[in-house]
């Protein structure tokens, strides 16, 4: 519970988020979980600018999974 | 476009989203050097301390976001192979190349994982232990196994005479505890190495429990580190 408190605030900063986004973003992920928040769950009543944002996080999640591929040097269209 | 191209473009963009690193900043570093280098070690580029703290912070959501998709895929995760506990310590640290990390699991009868802890948060290539801390935390979760794990920062994935030691004073301290030291895994961007696969544990003597702390590093001597 400790690490998950610490978790949504870490991800509020990250996303510079105001203090009204950020309590929609708190009750989204209780409500969805981080996993499928993160993923696109609960974020309807979300403005533009955050679901942009969490897009954005949400593509440096999978990228740095694919850092690996990356670090290889390959181009990932051979994947 | 290449896809190579496009992942890397995405990357940068997301990137100066998210912490407000200027793209050019990012794409200058980027044209000599792997540009995930920035989230690894984030000295390598002149940042301010606010985007500093948002990179370290990133990282901290990025592990935890991997632990949780991993804590999904089976409710309570269960180490059932030295490849397994590799896979779930470098999802935790194996990318965090700025310095060297102690985790501890703490497993019950069928190798569940109760609880993980960091232990410690060193240098580049150093991290001190207190065994009396690893103690504890065993104690408070009444585990029947441990399993010990650290990064390697600079990526050499051999373990150094600090490594066995610290694995042998632990060995010594709970064997008489009936806790179960299951490995000792060390990792690395991907890569693993398992004192239990290597058939290291099996070579340390039960010893005299020592409670004294012990600096994990990759350079210093065995006899350096016993004199702490």
């Known amino acids: 519970m400790e690490r998950d408190n610490q978790t949504v605030m870490n991800l509020i900063d990250i996303l510079d988020l105001s203090e009204k986004d950020g309590t929609m973003v708190k009750d989204a992920i209780e409500k969805e979980g981080l996993l499928k928040f993160v993923n696109g769950k609960g974020q309807e009543d979300l403005s533009d600018e955050v679901v942009e944002k969490i897009g954005a996080l949400h593509e440096i999640l999978l990228l740095v999974q694919d850092d690996a591929a990356f670090l290889m040097g390959g181009d990932l269209s051979d994947q | ?228």
Do not use: W
């Open chain 2, 1 to 228: 476009m290449t896809s190579r191209k496009v992942y890397e473009d995405s990357f940068y963009k997301n990137l100066n989203k998210l912490t407000g690193i200027p793209i050019g900043k990012i794409k200058d570093y980027a044209k000599e050097n792997n540009p995930f280098n920035i989230l690894e070690h984030p000295s390598v580029i002149d940042l301010t301390d606010r985007q500093l703290d948002k990179i370290n912070k990133l990282n901290d959501f990025v592990s935890t976001y991997n632990v949780l998709r991993m804590e999904e895929e089976n409710a309570r995760i269960q180490i059932t192979c030295p490849q397994e506990a590799g896979d779930y310590f470098n999802a935790l640290i194996g990318n965090k190349r700025d310095r060297e990390r102690f985790m501890v699991a703490f497993l019950d009868t069928s190798n569940k994982i109760i609880e993980t802890k960091m232990i410690s948060e060193g240098t580049v290539d150093s991290a001190v232990i207190y065994p009396r801390d690893v103690l504890k935390m065993a104690l408070a979760n009444d585990c029947k196994g441990i399993l010990l794990a650290h990064n390697h920062s600079s990526g050499k994935m051999i373990p150094s005479s600090p490594d066995i030691a610290i694995t042998q004073r632990m060995l010594n301290i709970f064997k008489p505890l009936d806790i179960k030291i299951i490995d000792h895994v060390i990792v690395s961007a991907g890569k693993y190495v398992s004192f239990a696969e290597e058939q290291m544990l099996e070579d340390l003597n039960h010893e005299l429990a020592d409670y004294k702390p012990i600096k994990l590093g990759e350079d210093t001597s065995l006899e350096d580190d016993l004199e702490m």
